[in-house]
């Protein structure tokens, strides 16, 4: 018996489901892990947000307090008059008086605000006025490179920034950022003056580091144009702040959310900020591996429940499959071998249900497999004892074919005889006989339609020497239909059957009527005699016997059972013989057989 070559086993139809689970389960996981992700990158960019704000809002704290030296001129008349004159105009005693009052101003807002270490204001003609005793030498003058690379003044901008530098400020080294900003007038569109004030670097940089230790959760950088003034992780490797400056930029022009860029050579999400008033950028960053580490610590539980779930599955569909297949492919193999079995009448094994561990689904299979094995194996036997009787009666009839050829002269002299004296009726019946003994007994088990009905008019011909004048035969039988195949001697032991019972009782006139008609690739024979018809309930136990096979010895003539079971076994179950009756009218023997392709089965 040859297997399919696609056909997997249920253990591996399983399997195959339990990993078909397990990639749905892991897609479900991803899906869900990257919306996590995608959750937690907007929590952290809105941090990363207002953290941004927060350092902004600090620096624009710090240049709040250099407001005060920036409008210093506006609280007092004399200080502004002083920076808006040249000494042609000024009082030698009252610019004294007014100069000290200014640097005085200078030096107590210096020590008020603390974000400013020094103050020195520079009018147009080139005064100089401070908050500290001495300025290094070259002091304003590279404060006016700073000035010159600048394109101009601009009345909304606080001032313009320098880059970090060190400065000696009261004997005391500082690492500072000079904010250079022009001191306006308000009937003038041109400054009077211009006021250069050191930050003190150092304290920011201080805040920063203590803010950088609160908050672990991400880093951040401080940028200007032309240098990285802070970095949380300055001990990683130092960074291409131009780089940075760049896609700071470019976040700012696109508007765009958030990006991801390389920082310390770590693929991190950014976040940028650029304060207006100094133009720095607060660039804050956080490692991509390290927001997926903390999505899947939250989702540690998840995972190690979903893992355990897969496992457990996985394990158990395993044993299940085991278990179910194991005895289905038992099952399997012992029907195979069973299909592979060739001999002919050899009865079908059952499957033993000790040899197995079945489950009550697979008890039911081989509880169905054993009840066909059974069915079949009586099949068998009752083929077997068909068989055997078929043998038997073939003998019998062999018994019986004693020197036909004897039998035929025999009777053949006797209808001689009869002519040479005359005796009517006498040859006729000799012929007859004769016709009919040799037609049974010529070997073929296929004839014509009108072979078979010339046959059927020979006994008839008998019968009616025996009773004249008391029958009546019609054969309506169209033309096209005499030549179809039908089985031989089938339709005698009928017409027998209405001699024998349907004429008992006497009438003026016997008619027995044989017609045939096509239904379909079927033919069907009508046998109909007006004789004493059956009795209903005893026409339908004989056509329920007909059809199932059984109680024929109690409901069913010799004649009738044995053309129908020859019907049934030549053509198949849906052929055979058919009876309706009406008590005292008529009866009608229905014989239903398929219409025979030339050449199949007999030969005539």
């Avoid at 003994?437 to 008998?462: A, K, P």
Wanted: aromatic share 10%.
């Amino acid at each position: 018996m040859k297997k399919a070559k696609s056909a997997r086993t249920i253990q591996q139809k399983v399997l195959s489901g339990v990993g078909m689970l397990f990639a749905c389960s892991f897609l479900a996981f991803v899906i869900f892990f990257l919306q996590s992700y995608r959750q937690e990158v907007d929590i952290e960019l809105g941090h990363m947000k207002s953290y941004n704000r927060q350092l902004s809002m600090d620096i624009d704290r710090v240049v709040d307090t250099t407001s005060s030296f920036r409008y210093l001129h506006f609280s007092d008349d004399k200080i502004r008059n002083l920076l808006c004159s040249d000494d042609s105009d000024i009082d030698p005693e009252g610019q004294k008086k007014t100069e000290k009052d200014l640097e005085k101003s200078l030096t107590l807002l210096a020590d008020m605000g603390k974000d400013v270490l020094r103050a020195v204001i520079v009018t147009n003609d080139g005064r100089i006025y401070k908050s500290v005793e001495e300025i290094e030498n070259g002091y304003i003058k590279r404060m006016n490179v700073l000035l010159t690379q600048e394109k101009g003044w601009e009345k909304k901008k606080a001032g313009y920034f320098s880059p970090i530098h060190k400065a000696t400020i009261n004997m005391v080294e500082h690492y500072v950022v000079s904010m250079v900003s022009p001191i306006w007038n308000v009937a003038q569109d041109e400054p009077i003056a211009v006021i250069y004030l050191d930050l003190d670097f150092d304290k920011l940089r201080n805040q920063w580091y203590e803010s950088a230790k609160m908050n672990q959760s991400f880093s951040f950088m401080i940028l200007s144009e032309k240098q990285m003034l802070f970095d949380s992780e300055e001990n990683q490797k130092k960074e291409n702040y131009q780089r940075l400056i760049k896609e700071s930029k470019d976040i700012i022009e696109s508007g765009e959310k958030d990006k991801i860029v390389k920082v310390h050579g770590r693929v991190c999400v950014i976040s940028v900020e650029q304060n207006k008033d100094t133009g720095w950028y607060f660039l804050q960053y956080m490692p991509v591996a390290k927001l997926a580490g903390r999505i899947l610590s939250n989702m540690s539980v998840l995972v190690l429940i979903l893992v355990g779930v897969i496992f457990i599955t996985i394990t158990g569909s395993y044993v299940l499959a085991k278990n179910v297949s194991s005895p289905v492919r038992e099952l399997s193999q012992f029907m195979g071998k069973v299909a592979d079995v060739s001999e002919e009448g050899k009865e079908i094994a059952l499957f033993s249900k000790r040899e197995t561990k079945a489950t009550e689904e697979i008890a039911q299979m081989i509880d169905s497999y054993n009840a066909m094995a059974k069915r079949i194996n009586d099949n068998i036997i009752k083929d077997y004892i068909l068989k055997l009787n078929q043998k038997q009666t073939e003998l019998k009839m062999l018994q019986f074919q004693i020197n036909p050829h004897f039998l035929y002269n025999a009777l053949n002299t006797i209808s001689s005889i009869a002519q040479l004296q005359e005796v009517d009726y006498i040859p006729e019946i000799a012929s007859g006989l004769s016709d009919m003994f040799r037609y049974n007994i010529d070997g073929r088990e296929i004839v014509t339609l009108r072979e078979e009905l010339t046959q059927t008019e020979n006994y008839m011909g008998i019968q009616k020497i025996r009773f004249p004048e008391r029958f009546f035969v019609e054969i309506l039988v169209e033309e096209e239909l005499m030549e179809c195949r039908v089985l031989k001697f089938i339709l005698q032991p009928i017409v027998e059957n209405s001699y024998k019972y349907g004429f008992a009782e006497k009438k003026k006139k016997n008619i027995l009527r044989i017609h045939s008609y096509r239904d379909e690739s079927n033919i069907i024979i009508v046998i109909e005699d007006n004789g004493a018809g059956i009795d209903e309930n005893k026409v339908k136990k004989i056509n329920e016997a007909l059809a199932g096979e059984r109680g024929f010895e109690t409901a069913a003539g010799i004649g009738i059972r044995n053309v129908n079971a020859r019907i049934k076994n030549y053509y198949g179950e849906d052929c055979g013989v058919r009876l309706e009756s009406e008590p005292g009218n008529f009866t009608r023997v229905y014989l239903k057989i398929r219409e025979l392709p030339f050449g199949e089965k007999g030969e005539i």
